[in-house]
């Protein structure tokens, strides 16, 4: 079936290929029927790509090691849920998954717009294929999924223990979904600014691609933040790697670029920054691949560096922003705005500041996180950065944009007198003094001034939400008089992008206010002690209850397990562990091997609502390692004079010797327990991380209300009120639809 | 058995590409402007409807004087009976077709 993927894969770049010149040649001479078969062609390319996948998928689910990825990726003791996914834990893999992904989005949105747009449609077509054309092509030519092996191994490598974690199967997935999903709107705005219709109509036909890679990409972040938390063992869930930033930066300008263009919608305004954010977005979406797959700036989450493919997506990455930087200038006078801001106290200039406070963060971000390139560059010398160099630039910033994400939702469009101005500040701004006043009282909280400024920014928003919706409600009840809870249901559903914006608002707050408390008033120890013996933290004390070991086939592990007492009351029981995996290195020596390969934490977590403990174990395991010498010593000695036995006793000695080897691991993981020796604990107690969760669920179901479809206005019961009288009678028996 | 299936895969690739170029042009070319022109009438009549909804309900949550509304909801419904009176035009030359 190799073949069969392989072939697959030529004629998806074929279809690519056609499918730039039908839609090229039908936008150039007006023939609709070329679009037509050039955006069928992408059907195509999706649906032969999808073949492709599951051809290979089925080859890491059966272990055939023929297949060269199956035989460095997965191996027959990793889990079949793990093996499933291990796909795009390879380079070749997560590139297939990549152009599925995207032409299968793509083929949604041509689909989608196929009577809609006509004059942008065949040159957003074109930019697609042309996108679709490259990760193919890296498939077919440098990165060749299907590549196999006469002489396969009888046993993988095996996947990295570290991504044998739930929310990693998930979270590339997410990560490459929101990726390719902003390149759909990216590939209109290119049609809209050659075709030169600069209106609002591209954005409204992409809006909801936009706001899906805006989803999709929040919910990969942080499913990334919390395998980080959870699996790395080093007790965060964001180090500012590069490859995390590579995410953020086009999350944080796609959230710039979802609400600027409602100012283009409702004023004609902002054309040339909306179609710059959007290029800009597109671009970081395939800066963030290619520093994924890179490897040019250290990164845990990276592939390993592969020339050939950072020469393509240098040169891809060129054109887009040349090409990108030329079409802007040469339809800036088609972009000039229909409109001009009628007043800095509208929602059109919180908007405004709002980006512009965005932008900067992604800026700063940028600049930090490939400073090391630069400063190699000029100097010859890498340096290192880490989360210090971010943070005095970062917290301010974030914390302007939780402000402004609680003002935009109570000012109106265009402008405001003072008196609605008051009206709507009092409540949030009294919620958020109170807030402020109440946690400066306490002295050590009071001296964090930015966490303590994030904590009330984060009150200002919530009260503002809140107020919306209670307002909202009201004046949902003065009409209709439902109940509450009905008319709650109601005005949600009736104006989800308003309500469900406000949700996500009000997620970010929390979620916010949760990563501020987290990192500020984090209490974090290290200590090593024995069985039966304590240490304090945070006004808790930790006791090593007991050790406890367990070897199978799959790894090796030792852990512990940890009673938390305040006072004499018992708080929570931990159970923390650290898992080897065995080594394919022959040089590690038979029995050497399965103590000195890849390593897992598994982390010891009791999460509350105000506070997590959280711990995790390094057994060091020195103490073993005299006794794994003189085990490897025997064992390859035995192994040797077996394998010179005639081949009918060789193989029954040989298996007596794998049996005598497994007993040997066994007895050695058990010495933890039967002669334990003291172990190194890092010990963590965070308040609110519980928060940063919670609140990352609240934007994302605040996210999927704003992005679900309404119902089409001509389907709703007509209920107009009779002071509506003024539009021209015919069309105006249509406008009892709006209410 | 790997050549066929691939045969097979090219053979159904070519069926549904072309299919738009097998078709009779003309008459296609025609419907698929006229439609797309309804859809984008639709989708502008069906945004503006969604303006005027926002515009009353700033108004009734207190984010809008009443003078400000009225100013603003008459233009987006003067806007929005400009799209239907096209949306009209167009439909009603489809139907004489």
Known sequence: ?739 | MAFVLVLVVVAVAVFVISAPLRARRGSREQEGREAGRIAELEAARDAKYREIRDAELDMRTGKLSAEDYGAIDGTLRSEAVEIMRALDTVSSEQHEK
């Open chain 1, 1 to 739: 079936m190799a073949v069969v993927g392989r072939s697959l894969l030529i004629l998806g770049l074929c279809a690519c290929l056609y499918g730039i010149g039908a839609s090229v040649y039908g936008a150039r001479a007006g023939g609709r029927v070329w679009v037509d078969s050039g955006r069928r062609a992408m059907y195509v390319l999706a649906g032969m790509t999808a073949i492709a996948f599951v051809i290979l998928d089925v080859a890491f689910l059966s272990s055939n090691f023929s297949y060269n990825i199956v035989a460095t990726g997965s191996s027959t003791t990793t889990p079949f849920f793990y093996r499933a996914a291990a796909i795009w834990a390879t380079q070749q893999g997560s590139l297939l998954l990549w152009v599925l992904l995207l032409s299968s989005w793509s083929s949604l949105a041509l689909f989608l717009t196929r009577r809609r747009v006509p004059e942008i449609v065949p040159y957003a077509q074109a930019v697609l294929f042309a996108l679709c054309t490259f990760f193919v092509g890296l498939n077919v030519l440098f990165a060749n999924p299907f590549a196999t092996s006469s002489n396969a191994p009888t046993e993988g490598a095996g996947l990295d223990p570290l991504l044998r974690h739930t929310t990693m199967m998930i979270h590339p997935p997410m990560l490459y979904s929101g990726y390719t999903l902003l390149l759909v709107p990216f590939a209109f705005a290119v049609g809209a600014l050659i075709s030169g219709r600069l209106g609002a109509e591209w954005i409204q036909v992409t809006r909801r691609f936009a706001l899906a890679a805006w989803l999709c990409l929040g919910i990969g972040i942080l499913l990334g933040a919390r395998w980080s938390y959870t699996e790395l063992g080093w007790g965060g869930y964001w180090a500012w790697d590069p490859v995390e930033n590579a995410a953020l930066m086009p999350w944080l300008v796609c959230t710039a670029f979802i609400h600027s263009i409602m100012i283009q919608e409702k004023r004609g305004m902002l054309k040339v920054w909306n179609v710059s954010l959007i290029l800009l977005s597109g671009t970081l979406a395939i800066v963030g691949t290619f520093l994924v797959r890179s490897g040019i700036l250290s990164s845990i989450h990276a592939f390993v560096s592969d020339p050939t493919l950072n020469i393509s997506f240098v040169a891809l990455i060129t054109v887009m922003v040349i090409g990108s930087l030329w079409l802007v200038i040469l339809r800036k006078d088609s972009l000039k705005s229909e409109a001009r801001l009628d007043s800095l106290i509208s929602r059109e200039a919180v908007f405004l500041f709002q980006n512009l406070v965005l932008v900067a963060l992604t800026a700063v971000i940028f600049w930090i996180t490939f400073f090391p390139l630069i400063s190699e560059a000029i100097t010859g010398t890498e340096v290192s950065v880490g989360p210090p160099a971010f943070r005095p630039f970062v917290v301010p910033l974030a914390i302007i944009i939780v402000l402004l994400s609680g003002i935009g939702p109570i000012i109106s469009w265009r402008r405001v007198t003072v008196a609605k101005l008051r009206r709507n500040f009092s409540f949030p701004a009294i919620v958020a003094l109170l807030v402020l006043a109440v946690l400066a009282a306490f002295g050590s909280i009071g001296s964090h001034v930015f966490a303590l400024l994030m904590f009330g920014a984060g009150a200002f928003v919530i009260a503002a939400v809140a107020q919306e919706f209670y307002r909202g409600v009201r004046a949902r009840q003065a009409m209709t008089a439902e109940s509450p809870p009905v008319a709650l249901g109601r005005l949600v559903r009736r104006n989800r992008r308003r309500y469900g914006g406000y949700i996500v608002h009000a997620g970010v707050a929390f979620a916010l206010i949760g990563v501020a408390a987290s990192t500020s008033f984090q209490d974090s120890r290290t200590a090593t002690i024995g069985p039966g013996q304590s240490v304090m933290i945070h006004g808790y004390k930790v006791r090593y209850v007991r050790a406890t070991a367990g070897a199978t086939a799959e790894k090796l592990s030792f852990g512990a397990v940890l009673a938390v007492t305040s006072g004499n009351k018992h708080v929570t029981t931990l159970h923390t562990s650290y898992s080897l995996y065995p080594s394919q290195d022959p040089t590690q020596g038979p029995i050497g091997r399965f103590f000195n390969g890849s390593a897992e934490s598994r982390v010891g977590l009791r999460a509350g609502l105000t506070q997590d403990i959280w711990a995790v174990i390094n057994p060091n395991i020195t103490p073993l390692q005299g006794l794994i010498k003189k085990g490897d010593a025997v064992l390859q000695k035995a192994l040797t004079n077996a394998l010179a036995q005639p081949p009918a006793a060789r193989a029954k000695a040989l298996n007596q010797l794998y049996q005598l080897r497994d007993i040997a691991i066994r007895e050695l993981t058990q010495r933890f327990v039967s002669h334990p020796w003291a172990a190194t604990f890092l010990l963590i107690v965070s308040p609110l991380v519980t928060w940063l969760w919670l609140g990352a669920i609240i934007a994302a179901l605040g996210g999927l209300i704003a992005l679900w479809p309404l119902p089409p206005p001509r389907r709703r019961r007509p209920s107009v009120p009779p002071s509506r009288k003024e539009l021209a009678p015919e069309p105006e028996v249509r406008a009892r639809e709006l209410v």
